[in-house]
C-alpha cells in the first residue's frame, strides 16, 4: 500500500487543507499508518488521540485511529478537548506520544493533525517525511487496541493547580470552539464571577471566527465586559493554544503585553531567567524584561520553534504575538490558553494593581497591523535575502533571527517570509505616528526596490 498526499497540506507545524478537496478521509487513515510506522521505529506503542469540535473533527478521528491501530499501534483516545488537553494526554498518561484532530483558527471547512512523538513536536522536515515514506508505502501492520479515557476532570484540576488568585469579575467567550466544556469546568473551580459566552462547541462556529487575535471576533466579549462592568475578558482559539484578552475599557491586550504581565511573577520566582518571544513582538516587551531582570530572547515566530528554543535555553515562558504562550514553570512547557489565562488572573492579583492600571502604565507605542505581501513563493525569501544585504551594506542596525528587524531612532519594524504561505509579512513599531510613518516608507522603499508593489498588500 502507499498513498500520496496533496503536497498544500503538508505544512511546516502541522497537516492541514480543506475537508473534502486537499485533505479526505483516505488521508487521515494514511497518516495513521504513516505516523505508527514513524512511531515503532521509535519504540513507541501507545499514543493518546483527541479532536476538536468540528464538524469533520470525528470522520478524521476514526480514520487516523483505524490506520494507527491497523498499524500496530495501541490507541488511547481521550475524545473531544483542546489541543493543550492532547498535550497534557501526552504527560499525564502512560503514551510515548499524541495526534490531535484540528482545524486550530481556520475557517470550519478546515481540519487538519497535529502530532507529537517522544516529547516532540513533529513538524518542518518530518512532516516532509511523512509525506515521502506514505507515497512509498513503508509501513508497518499489526492489531493495537483502542482504550477510551475521561481526562478532563483531571486536566481542569492540574490547570488550577497552585492557584493563588484573587477573585475578579471576568468575561470568557470560547469562540464556540473545543475549549468550552473545559472553560465551563474551569470557571466552576476558579474564585470571582464569571460571565461564559459560546462555551457550546459547534464546529460551525455560528457567533464569530475563533481567532482572538483579530480585534473584530473580540466584539461579543467587548460587549458583555461592558455590559457587566468586568474587570477585563479572555477569549480562546478554535483548539485552545491561542489566547485573546481584553482589560475593563475593552482594550486588547496583545500577545506582547500579555508576556509583559506574565513576566513578572515568573521573574520573581526565577530571577535572570531567559524569556523568549518572537521577532514581531513589541520592544518595550524585551525592554520590560530586562528591566525585571530576566534575559530576553528575540526567537524565530511559529510554535514548534519556540518550543525548541525553551528546552534549549532552559526558558521558564515564552510567546509569540499570535496568542501562543508557554509556560514551563509550574506546567509542561506547551502552548496552553486556558492555562495562560489562570496565569494571568495570578498575575494580575499579584500586581496588586487592576488589568486596566498594568494597560494604562505601559509605554505608550504606536504599531501598524500586521501588513501582508503577496509575492511569487520563488521569490519570498530571496527578497528578504536582498533586503537585509541592502541595509548592510548601509551599516543599518540589522537583526537577522528571522527575516529583517530594522531598529532606528524612530522605533522598529520588521520583513519575514510566511513559513507557511506566499506572503511577506511586515510590521512597524515607533513612539508616535510620524515616526511610523517613517518607518513604513523604509519599507515601502525596500519592497519597491526588490519590485513589490504596496498595492500588493493583503489583510
Known amino acids: 500500500m502507499a498513498h500520496t498526499f496533496n503536497p498544500t497540506i503538508l505544512r511546516e507545524y ?121 507515497a512509498r508505502g513503508g509501513w508497518s501492520s499489526g492489531n493495537g487496541i483502542v482504550e477510551e479515557v475521561d481526562i478532563r476532570e483531571a486536566y481542569a484540576d492540574r490547570l488550577l493547580e497552585g492557584f493563588a488568585g484573587k477573585p475578579y469579575r471576568v468575561g470568557w467567550d470560547a469562540g464556540n470552539g473545543a475549549a468550552g466544556p473545559i472553560l465551563d469546568m474551569l470557571v466552576e473551580r476558579l474564585p470571582g464571577d464569571h460571565h461564559v459566552i459560546f462555551s457550546e462547541v459547534d464546529g460551525r462556529f455560528p457567533n464569530h471566527h475563533p481567532d482572538p487575535t483579530v480585534e473584530k471576533n473580540l466584539a461579543d466579549l467587548k460587549q458583555v465586559v461592558a455590559r457587566e462592568q468586568l474587570d477585563f475578558g479572555i477569549a480562546f482559539d478554535g483548539d485552545g493554544d491561542r489566547i485573546g484578552a481584553v482589560d475593563g475599557e475593552g482594550r486588547v491586550i496583545w500577545g506582547d503585553q500579555l508576556l509583559a504581565i506574565l513576566a513578572g511573577p515568573v521573574l520573581k520566582e526565577r530571577p535572570g531567567a531567559t524569556i523568549i518571544a518572537d521577532v514581531k513582538a513589541s520592544q518595550v516587551l524585551f525592554d520590560r524584561v530586562a528591566e525585571l531582570g530576566g534575559k530576553p530572547l528575540m526567537w524565530k515566530t511559529g510554535h514548534s520553534l519556540i518550543k525548541s528554543k525553551m528546552k534549549e535555553t532552559g526558558a521558564p515562558l515564552a510567546g509569540e504575538m499570535s496568542g501562543h504562550i508557554f509556560f514551563k514553570h509550574r506546567w509542561y512547557g506547551f502552548d496552553d490558553a486556558l492555562y495562560a489565562a489562570v496565569r494571568l488572573i495570578e498575575a494580575v492579583s499579584a500586581s496588586g494593581k487592576s488589568l486596566t492600571e498594568i494597560m494604562d502604565g505601559m509605554p505608550k507605542t504606536t504599531a501598524t497591523p500586521e501588513m501582508r505581501f503577496q509575492v511569487d513563493e520563488s521569490r519570498k525569501f530571496a527578497i528578504v535575502d536582498e533586503v537585509r544585504e541592502r541595509l548592510s551594506a548601509v551599516g543599518a542596525n540589522v537583526d537577522a533571527t528571522d527575516g529583517v528587524r530594522v531598529s532606528t531612532r524612530d522605533g522598529w519594524w520588521l520583513l519575514r517570509a510566511s513559513n507557511t504561505q506566499d506572503v511577506l509579512v511586515a510590521r512597524a513599531e515607533a513612539k508616535d505616528e510620524p515616526g511610523r510613518d517613517r518607518l513604513v516608507a523604509q519599507i515601502d522603499d525596500q519592497l519597491a526596490k526588490s519590485g513589490v508593489e504596496r498595492t500588493e498588500a493583503v489583510h
Request: net charge negative.
Open 14 to 134: 502541522d497537516i492541514r487543507g480543506v475537508v473534502g478537496d486537499t485533505l479526505t478521509e483516505a488521508d487521515a487513515y494514511a497518516l495513521g499508518r504513516t505516523y505508527a510506522a514513524l512511531a515503532g521505529d521509535e519504540g513507541a506503542r501507545r499514543i493518546a488521540v483527541g479532536r476538536d469540535g468540528r464538524t469533520h473533527s470525528g470522520m478524521l478521528e476514526a480514520a487516523l485511529i483505524r490506520g494507527l491501530t491497523d498499524g500496530g499501534i495501541d490507541v488511547v483516545q481521550i475524545g473531544m478537548g483542546p489541543s493543550p488537553m492532547l498535550y497534557f494526554a501526552t504527560h499525564y498518561l502512560d503514551v510515548d506520544g499524541g495526534l490531535q484532530v484540528t482545524g486550530s483558527h481556520n475557517p470550519a471547512d478546515y481540519n487538519g493533525f497535529k502530532l507529537l512523538l517522544r516529547g516532540r513536536s513533529v513538524f518542518g522536515e518530518e512532516i516532509q517525511a511523512i509525506g515521502a515514506r506514505a
